[in-house]
């Protein structure tokens, strides 16, 4: 089917001008062939202390797209870590990720962190517990779904640490196993203390090209 021609044989005398009728658009977009937008798979709200947030239903999809805002803790110097999952959310991995990441401050301080056998995937926020202190995050993940590939993230951050002290943080990291990641743990490392945080996680929806 010629999609996006508008004109009528043989008054076009131009190339397809990519214009799609109503009618092309439904057909597409009902067989995944156009869109490309982010479908919500979840949302989770936490407002008191809590372990973690953990997603277990994450869909079929090649990439991901994880937000998380208003985080606060009432410990200091904590850092939000993201996890993966290859049993459906009852572990999580722990160790074998590589990653690096640059830390920029306002008052001009510029840090790596870097690890070729860590503990997580990324590291998005090293929070603190003066008033204000506050973080919002967003990671792309790739490949969870794939059993053939590797699982990678990048990441980018920025929030208050020390209520005057604005922080950004941006890089990326992957666990260099090619198997299925079925579920995505957030949480503080070391410690069990999220206070206040909006999670949700997107699927995004790819275009294909034939």
């Known amino acids: 089917?010629?999609?996006?021609?508008?004109?009528?044989?043989?008054?076009?005398?131009?190339?397809?001008?990519?214009?799609?009728?109503?009618?092309?658009?439904?057909?597409?977009?009902?067989?995944?062939?156009?869109?490309?937008?982010?479908?919500?798979?979840?949302?989770?709200?936490?407002?008191?202390?809590?372990?973690?947030?953990?997603?277990?239903n994450l869909g079929n999809y090649d990439v991901h797209f994880l937000s998380i805002s208003g985080v606060t803790s009432t410990l200091n110097n904590k850092s939000v870590i993201i996890q993966l999952s290859n049993d459906g959310g009852s572990s999580f991995i722990t160790s074998g990720y590589q990653y690096a990441h640059q830390v920029m401050k306002a008052n001009g301080s510029f840090t790596e962190v870097r690890s070729t056998n860590g503990g997580q995937l990324v590291i998005l926020q090293e929070l603190g517990n003066a008033t204000n202190d506050i973080s919002n995050s967003y990671c792309y993940l790739y490949n969870l779904s794939n059993s053939s590939k590797y699982s990678f993230a990048t990441q980018h951050t920025t929030g208050l640490k020390s209520a005057t002290e604005p922080e950004s943080r941006f890089g990326g990291g992957v666990l260099?196993?090619?198997?299925?990641?079925?579920?995505?743990?957030?949480?503080?490392?070391?410690?069990?203390?999220?206070?206040?945080?909006?999670?949700?996680?997107?699927?995004?929806?790819?275009?294909?090209?034939?």
Do not use: C
């Not at 439904?26 to 709200?45: F, H, M, N, R, Y």
């Open 1 to 56: 089917m010629p999609y996006g021609y508008l004109g009528q044989t043989p008054n076009q005398q131009v190339k397809n001008s990519g214009v799609f009728s109503v009618g092309d658009a439904k057909a597409l977009t009902d067989v995944g062939q156009l869109g490309g937008s982010l479908e919500l798979i979840q949302e989770q709200v936490i407002t008191s202390s809590t372990s973690a947030i953990d997603f277990t």
């Open 176 to 210: 260099p196993t090619a198997e299925i990641h079925n579920a995505i743990r957030i949480r503080e490392i070391s410690t069990t203390d999220f206070d206040n945080a909006t999670a949700k996680l997107y699927g995004v929806k790819q275009i294909w090209v034939t």
